[in-house]
């Protein structure tokens, strides 16, 4: 033991104990998760209510609402499938109320949907997020915006987007918990080898 290295041991510990510790939290969001999808799957269960003002937290989403969108803004492209499953571009606007809708789905980017706003009802999601990967390296947090998937789309030459669904929800926490106790476990039997090649 006398000639181990400590600064380069303390290192591996402590590299060890942070994948431990991330591998423990992953455990943690997924049952945080798993709850969420629970909700999530009593919501679709639930009658019809009146969209909630901003924020709508998490709990809520996936339950039918409806509301009224006064001055959509113009719609802007997203990747999407039709509720038929056809790949394509959906068409998302943006209302004063603060909500998005999506209108449908079309195989062409270059189509401009017209749709002036008023009454729509659907299932209440989130909208793709547009948060690039240096704005959260920065710790940039936008305000969750909700999003209404109506059944039937809102302008000529869409078809419906598909309905947002519980089960499609990733639950991928076990898998990075595992990756992470592994990462842990491949540390230690390499640090182990290289103390063994350094003994001789």
């Not at 019809?48 to 802007?76: G, I, K, N, Q």
């Not at 509720?83 to 603060?98: I, K, N, P, Q, W």
């Not at 270059?110 to 989130?126: D, E, F, K, S």
Request: proline share 10%; glycine share 8%.
């Amino acid at each position: 033991m006398k000639n181990l290295p400590i600064a380069a041991t303390l290192v591996v510990a402590l590299a060890v104990a942070a994948m431990i510790g991330l591998g423990l939290w992953q455990l943690d969001r997924r049952e945080q998760k798993r709850a969420l999808i629970a909700s999530f799957t009593r919501n679709a269960t639930l009658p019809e209510t009146a969209l909630s003002p901003a924020p709508v937290p998490d709990a809520s989403l996936f339950r039918r609402v409806r509301a009224t969108c006064t001055t959509p803004a113009a719609p802007r492209r997203s990747a999407g499938r039709s509720d038929a499953g056809a790949s394509g571009y959906r068409f998302l606007v943006t209302c004063r109320e603060g909500f998005v809708v999506d209108l449908g789905v079309a195989g062409d980017p270059r189509l401009t949907p017209a749709w002036g706003g008023g009454a729509v009802n659907g299932v209440l999601t989130r909208p793709p997020d547009s948060t690039s990967f240096i704005q959260r390296l920065f710790g940039a947090r936008p305000q969750p915006v909700a999003m209404i998937v109506p059944p039937r789309p809102l302008a000529a030459g869409l078809a419906a987007s598909r309905t947002p669904d519980p089960a499609n929800v990733p639950d991928n926490h076990l898998a990075y918990a595992v990756q992470w106790f592994a990462f842990a476990a491949m540390a230690l039997v390499i640090y182990g080898f290289a103390l063994r090649r350094r003994g001789r």
